[in-house]
């Protein structure tokens, strides 16, 4: 019965400790992406379709997009005053990114 229970216990980490470093891959993955292909999440020159990719990978790695939001986010312009049209697009974009983090995905 005890070895029966440490093997189950044994399974259980080894299942946790996998589950943990696909996580880990995926937002390694993620974040290369970021930085080898900027444009593919610039969300100032493209704001739909970096949302779009952006919300792809919130299935895999919420956490790590969340990061990239926050990158994104600081290279928008302040106002100037002025009607931003690309400016406004790119902050609805994050907002959407945003909405999707929040509600869980079913």
Partial sequence: MRARNQ???ETARAQIDAELK??????????????SRRELFDL??????AQANLRVLIAVAPGTVQG?????????????????P?????L???A???QALLVPSS
């Fill in 44 to 49: 100032t020159k493209s704001p739909d379709s």
């Fill in 7 to 9: 093997a189950s216990q």
């Fill in 92 to 94: 609805a974009a994050i």
């Fill in 96 to 98: 959407s990114v945003q």
């Fill in 86 to 90: 690309q400016r406004l697009q790119s």
């Fill in 68 to 84: 990239v939001l926050n990158a994104e986010l600081e290279r928008i312009p302040p106002p100037t005053g002025e009607s931003d």
């Fill in 22 to 35: 696909e996580q880990h891959d995926w937002q390694t993955n993620i974040v290369d992406l970021y930085f």
